[in-house]
């Protein structure tokens, strides 16, 4: 078995109202615990905005921090699952069924090395 | 034998040669290297002692027994690998399989798997989640056997950009671990039209470029065709397949009336229709009509339909325009979209007059970057009198097409009044 890593993008800004929120996220439940059922889950995490990220560099054995995302742009990862496929298409099917959930986002598949 | 058979036999077992490997020992590299060597080997062989009863079997099991000593060189291979160099220690490499194909007694069964490795090949060649450009370059590297320089000079771009390429899409295949086989019949449909895109695409690609430098470009034409007969053969029962290679057939009978001996362009309307290909023209209206029994009419058949209506008709004058409207409007129906409204535009002028046509034109948005889309224009608005506005519409069009005998042929328009 192969893991993959589901990355969630979302456009950057406040998040949809409680009334439209809340039953995705319960529909994202579902589908984790789909996952877990089938063998398929390893790891999933939501994250905080990315005004509140941190980057950090080293510069001669210093600590260099720059406040915010690494990237710039209008999206940013939101949070990832990470799941155990048996290869590219069993993973971009629960990745199917991630970005159905969560549409119109995008989600990004990767295989972990 | 003579170098132009080795280069046949080349053309029609390097796929499956490949194919096989590939299932063997999981390794698109390995398995194209091994093979390399195993016509480098047999070449000079071959042009000495005559060709083998079974060149395939030939290749096969002189390509695997280099691919197992590769491996053996190599022992700080891991995983798959190794367990294919423990199977070889174990003797069984070289199964009986090949040995058997080599002795030229191959069993139905034995062919049937090559044949499936084969289908395998191609689906993973033409996997969605490679870019287009990619599926294209790896089905022609991989089943047909062409280098990267005849990809990269066919497609007009430098090599070592071809190289990266492929070398991109194979890393990707195997490190995202994109699977090696057919896929389930839920998503056969999809990824079917995948595959019949990508053909279909290389087949355009020779059609289209047809006054590109020399050797190559006719050459993707005749190499699409031969892909498909070998999916056709694949996979009997499916119809589009089926019908792209009958489409196929039927525009590539055209070949020898659409240039002139200078490589000017001649439109369907003027050409000598004796210099059109019968046995290409009387194979496709047979696969035609052999797929349209099976009542599943798709995009591909549609068009070969209509191919098949001009292929009927003895000169211009005579095409039966109102059936290609009707099925124009059975195309919308399956796959509506603005270019097949454009081009159904082009039978609606015919049979209920340039105005009306003119406005259908008019009215499609998001065309303004195609140069069919000017064109059409341009020959309506000429067929109206509208002389300005005609002459614009060719000079739009003569400045958006990519090929150059075309651009000729609508600068000739554009001056002609």
């Not at chain 1, 799941?83 to 298409?89: E, G, K, N, V, Y």
């Not at chain 1, 993973?91 to 159905?100: I, M, T, Y």
């Not at chain 2, 496709?284 to 191919?307: F, S």
Request: hydrophobic share 45%; charged share 25%.
């Amino acid at each position: 078995m192969k893991q993959y890593l589901l990355s969630i993008y979302q456009p950057d800004g406040d998040p949809p109202p409680p009334a439209v929120l809340e039953p995705v996220m319960a529909e994202l439940g579902k589908l984790n615990d789909e996952m877990k059922a089938a063998g398929a889950w390893v790891f999933a995490v939501g994250l905080h905005p990315p005004s509140t990220a941190t980057v950090v560099r080293d510069r001669d054995g210093d600590a260099v921090l720059t406040d915010g995302p690494f990237t710039e742009g209008k999206e940013h990862l939101g949070g990832f699952t990470v799941i155990r496929a048996a290869d590219l298409d069993e993973a971009l099917s629960w990745g199917a069924r991630v970005a159905a959930v969560l549409a119109p986002l995008a989600i990004e598949v990767r295989p972990i090395a | 034998m003579t170098e132009n058979g080795i280069e046949q036999v080349y053309r029609a077992e390097y796929g499956r040669a490949v194919a096989v490997l590939i299932r063997h020992f999981g390794d698109i590299d390995l398995a194209e290297e091994a093979v390399q060597e195993a016509f480098a080997v047999a070449v000079p062989r071959w042009t000495e002692d005559g060709v083998p009863p079974s060149p395939a079997g030939w290749i096969i099991t002189t390509a695997r027994n280099r691919a197992v000593d590769r491996l053996r060189r190599e022992s700080t291979r891991s995983g798959r690998e190794a367990a294919a160099v423990r199977e070889w220690a174990a003797g069984v490499a070289v199964s009986a399989e090949s040995e058997a194909l080599a002795g030229g007694g191959a069993t139905g069964k034995r062919v049937e798997d090559m044949a499936d490795d084969q289908l395998r090949l191609i689906f993973t060649c033409c996997h969605p989640a490679l870019a287009p450009a990619a599926r294209v370059a790896l089905t022609l590297r991989l089943l047909g056997g062409l280098t990267t320089g005849e990809i990269a000079r066919a497609f007009l771009v430098p090599e070592a950009t071809m190289g990266q390429r492929l070398s991109r899409a194979k890393g990707k295949i195997r490190d995202a671990r994109i699977p090696y086989r057919v896929p389930h019949d839920e998503d056969l449909p999809d990824r079917l039209g995948a595959v019949l895109a990508v053909l279909y695409l290389i087949f355009n690609e020779g059609y289209a470029a047809s006054s590109g430098p020399g050797l190559t470009r006719d050459d993707l034409a005749g190499e699409a065709i031969r892909l498909t007969r070998l999916l056709v053969a694949l996979m009997p029962d499916e119809p589009e397949a089926r019908g792209l290679l009958a489409l196929m057939l039927l525009i590539e009978a055209r070949r020898p009336a659409r240039t002139t001996a200078e490589g000017d362009l001649v439109v369907l309307a003027d050409q000598d229709r004796t210099l059109w290909n019968r046995e290409h023209i009387t194979e496709g209206q047979a696969l035609l009509r052999d797929c349209l029994r099976r009542g599943r009419p798709g995009t591909y058949q549609l068009q070969a339909t209509i191919n098949a209506v001009h292929a009927d008709a003895a000169d211009a004058a005579a095409t039966d325009w109102p059936q290609i409207l009707q099925i124009y409007d059975h195309l919308t129906a399956v796959a509506g979209g603005p270019v097949v409204a454009l081009h159904r535009a082009v039978a609606v002028a015919e049979v209920h007059g340039p105005a009306l046509a003119l406005a259908v034109v008019d009215g499609l948005e998001g065309l303004e970057r195609h140069h069919v889309w000017h064109t059409v224009r341009a020959d309506l608005l000429r067929r109206l009198g509208r002389k300005e506005a005609a002459v614009a519409a060719y000079g739009k069009a003569a400045e958006l097409t990519a090929n150059p005998a075309e651009r000729r042929y609508l600068e000739r328009r554009a001056a002609g009044f």
